[in-house]
Structure formats: C-alpha cells, structure tokens
C-alpha cells in the first residue's frame, strides 16, 4: 500500500477541509434563500438562469452536477414558478430554462442579501490571501477534471 507524499497528506486535509467548508455553505445557503421557499441547490440553479436563458445540461456541466440532479431541480423551480422551459431555436429536443418574474423577485432579494453575508464572511481576510485561496482551488478543480478526462 503506498504511503502518501507531504502534498498527497496536504491534498487529503485539504480536501477533507473543503467537505466540511461546503456543509457549513450549503447550510448557511439554506438560511439564505428559506424565507423565499428556497435550498442552497435551488439558488445555484436559479444563478446559473439568472444571466440568461440555458439548457439544463448547460447547467450541469458548469456546476459540475449531474444532468438528472439538475433536471430535478429545475422541474422543482419550474413547478413553484420560479422558472419556466422555453423553446431553444438552437435545438429543438434541449430546452432552455429561463427565470419567470417571481424567479427574477427572487434573484433580487438574494443579490443584496448574499452580498451583505459575502462581506461579513471576507471580514478578517485580504483580498489576497482570498484570491491565492481561489487560484489553489481552481487549479485543483482543473487537476480533476483533467484526471477524469485524461486525453487520448
């Protein structure tokens, strides 16, 4: 059994810190968007809708998510009105999802909420120590995804 290397034993800490970081945001996430009937995994789709219309495999695949979860999810949204399915002149079978006005009063009370809970959870921190935190993470993401996808 091999051992793991110093970086192997930081990635594994690292990793199992970036698990319990992800509980604690879908948890306050959760917060966020219940008093808009909400989840932290409704609100990730209604942002990723929120610039413009997308397909849900759009969707799922700059979320990283399965398309079946992402379906459910906006089947949910669609039913509670916050989006609606619009034809794709691009693709007659891969509809788009785009947000409805309750979905849009939605994105808008969010926006300013999640800023005011982005700024008090930056308190304390650089920008730079922030961005080096974001360069790591990303290069990371790309690692994987490159591991997963490895060229022919």
Same mark, same amino acid.
């Given at each position: 059994?091999? %051992?793991?290397?110093?970086?192997?034993?930081?990635?594994?800490?690292?990793?199992?810190?970036?698990?319990?970081?992800?509980?604690?945001?879908?948890?306050?996430?959760?917060?966020?968007?219940?008093?808009?009937?909400?989840?932290?995994?409704?609100?990730?789709?209604?942002?990723?809708?929120?610039?413009?219309?997308?397909?849900?495999?759009?969707?799922?695949?700059?979320?990283?998510?399965?398309?079946?979860?992402? /379906?459910?999810?906006?089947?949910?949204?669609?039913?509670?009105?916050?989006?609606?399915?619009?034809?794709?002149?691009?693709?007659?079978?891969?509809?788009?999802? /785009?947000?409805?006005?309750?979905?849009?009063?939605?994105?808008?009370?969010?926006?300013?909420?999640?800023? %005011?809970?982005?700024?008090?959870?930056?308190?304390? /921190?650089?920008?730079e120590t922030l961005q080096a935190a974001l360069t790591t993470l990303r290069a990371l993401r790309e690692r994987l995804e490159q591991d997963a996808n490895p060229a022919p």
């Amino acid at each position: 059994m091999p %051992e793991l290397t110093a970086e192997g034993a930081a990635f594994t800490d690292l990793l199992l810190e970036v698990f319990r970081l992800n509980g604690r945001l879908l948890d306050a996430g959760d917060r966020l968007t219940r008093p808009l009937g909400l989840s932290s995994a409704r609100w990730q789709v209604l942002g990723m809708v929120e610039h413009g219309p997308v397909t849900v495999a759009q969707i799922s695949r700059v979320m990283g998510l399965a398309r079946q979860s992402v /379906q459910q999810l906006t089947d949910a949204l669609e039913r509670d009105g916050f989006l609606a399915y619009v034809d794709n002149p691009g693709h007659r079978r891969a509809r788009l999802v /785009q947000l409805t006005a309750k979905g849009e009063a939605a994105a808008a009370h969010l926006i300013p909420a999640q800023a %005011e809970w982005a700024n008090r959870m930056g308190e304390g /921190q650089t920008s730079e120590t922030l961005q080096a935190a974001l360069t790591t993470l990303r290069a990371l993401r790309e690692r994987l995804e490159q591991d997963a996808n490895p060229a022919p």
